[in-house]
C-alpha cells in the first residue's frame, strides 16, 4: 500500500512561517489535498490538487508538490491555525484507494 | 450551504450491526461521489469506503471488505453504510464526505457519528 509520512509535530512562533511536509514515494506524480483538523471538529479542505485553494481559505495557505514531497505552507500563523493537518491522495492502485498522512500537530507558540 | 448530517452511531457489541446514514443538502447530490472516513479515538483519518455518483463504482479498504457495504438513494438525498460483524477497532468517529470524483479532494465533511463496539 502507497505510505504518506508527516512529521509528527511542528511548533512555530505567531507571524512565523509553518511548514508541513508529506513524503511518498514520487507523489509529484499525484494531486495531493491537504486537510485541517481542530479538537473536536471535522476536517476541512484547505488545499487541494497540490496547490489550489477553497473559497473561504485565506491565501496564507499554499502548497507545493514535487518528486517525493508535497509541503503546505502557513504564512503569517495565527493562534487559529493551530490544529492538526492531514496530507492526502488518492491512489488507483493502492488499498487502501484513498491514503491519510500520519498527521502533524502544529502548535502555535 | 452544502450540508452533510451523519446519524445512526452508537454502542454495539463485537459481531453485532450498524447503519449508519448521512442527509446531505445544499447541493446537487445525484452529482457527487461520496465517501465515508473514520477516525479512532485519539488516531489519524482512515477511508472506509467510496461511492460513485450513481453508484457504479464502489470501493472499500481491505480492513471493512466483506463486513460493511456502503449505499445511496439520490432521490432522497442520502447516503448510508451498513456496518455487519463489527469489532472492537470499528471503534472511531465517522464521517461521510463528497468528493466532485474520486481523485478530487474531500470537499466538505458532515459532524460524524461516533460508533463504539464493545462488550
Known amino acids: 500500500s502507497y505510505v504518506l509520512t508527516q512529521p509528527p509535530s511542528v511548533s512555530v512562533a505567531p507571524g512565523q512561517t509553518a511548514r508541513i511536509t508529506c513524503g511518498g514515494n514520487?507523489?509529484?506524480?499525484?494531486?495531493v489535498h491537504w486537510y485541517q483538523q481542530k479538537p473536536g471538529q471535522a476536517p476541512v479542505l484547505v488545499v487541494y490538487?497540490?496547490?489550489d485553494r477553497p473559497s473561504g481559505i485565506p491565501e496564507r495557505f499554499s502548497g507545493s508538490n514535487s518528486g517525493n514531497t508535497a509541503t503546505l505552507t502557513i504564512s503569517r500563523v495565527e493562534a487559529g491555525d493551530e490544529a492538526d493537518y492531514y496530507c492526502q491522495v488518492w491512489d488507483s492502485s493502492s488499498d487502501p484507494l484513498y491514503v491519510f498522512g500520519t498527521g502533524t500537530k502544529v502548535t502555535v507558540l | 450551504e452544502v450540508q452533510l448530517v451523519e446519524s445512526g452511531g452508537g454502542l454495539v457489541q463485537p459481531g453485532g450491526s450498524l447503519r449508519l446514514s448521512c442527509a446531505a443538502s445544499g447541493f446537487t447530490f445525484s452529482s457527487y461521489s461520496m465517501n465515508w472516513v473514520r477516525q479512532a479515538p485519539g488516531k489519524g483519518l482512515e477511508w472506509v469506503s467510496y461511492?460513485?455518483?450513481?453508484?457504479?463504482?464502489?470501493y472499500y479498504a481491505d480492513s471493512v471488505k466483506g463486513r460493511f457495504t456502503i449505499s445511496r438513494d439520490n432521490a432522497k438525498n442520502s447516503l448510508y453504510l451498513q456496518m455487519n460483524s463489527l469489532r472492537d477497532e470499528d471503534t472511531a468517529v465517522y464521517y461521510c464526505a463528497r468528493a466532485l470524483v474520486a481523485v478530487a479532494g474531500l470537499d466538505y465533511w458532515g459532524q460524524g457519528t461516533l460508533v463504539t463496539v464493545s462488550s
Open positions: 514520487n507523489i509529484g506524480s499525484k494531486s
Open positions: 490538487d497540490d496547490s
Open positions: 461511492i460513485s455518483s450513481s453508484s457504479s463504482t464502489i
